[in-house]
């Protein structure tokens, strides 16, 4: 775990730097608070920023990590699952096609899938939902 100091724009992101395993950054004229407030933060799981820097990009988890899903994306999936169409799909759960539309994105962005039979599959094997 790293969290490092950045001179607010000085540098390049600090979220250039992520994938090797930093858990954040923190302004270099931060406080003695600030920076057990980031330690404790950091050790907990949480990814500490910056006020005013870039988010880090959402990209797919590996294989071997689960995702969180929402309970609405896990029914989606389940509608998936079930061969239904987005409208099928919104038919079954009362939701809009559009709504359904934007459940499947997610789930393939979260799953790093790339078709919905891809997504069910990752699905099952990491024991998201059964069928």
């Known amino acids: ?9 000085r540098q390049p992101s600090p ?3 992520a994938d090797s395993g930093q ?7 931060a406080t003695a608070v600030q920076i057990d407030a980031a330690l404790l933060a950091a050790a907990a799981g949480l990814i ?14 590996e294989d071997g990590e689960a995702p969180l899903l929402t ?7 389940a509608a998936i699952a079930d061969e239904l169409s987005n409208k099928a799909a919104a038919r ?8 359904v ?14 078709t919905r039979a891809d997504a069910v599959r990752k699905g099952l094997r990491q024991r998201l939902f059964e069928i």
Do not use: Y
């Open 48 to 61: 500490v920023r910056v006020p005013g820097l870039p988010s880090p990009s959402f990209e797919a988890l």
């Open 101 to 114: 539309k934007f459940h499947v994105e997610s789930l393939f962005r979260k799953l790093g899938a790339v």
């Open 15 to 17: 979220w250039v730097e």
């Open 23 to 29: 858990a954040g950054a923190l302004p270099t004229d």
């Open 1 to 9: 775990m790293a969290i490092t100091s950045t001179n607010m724009g």
């Open 71 to 77: 309970p609405r994306e896990t029914e989606v999936l």
């Open 92 to 99: 079954r759960l009362g939701i809009s096609q559009h709504t």
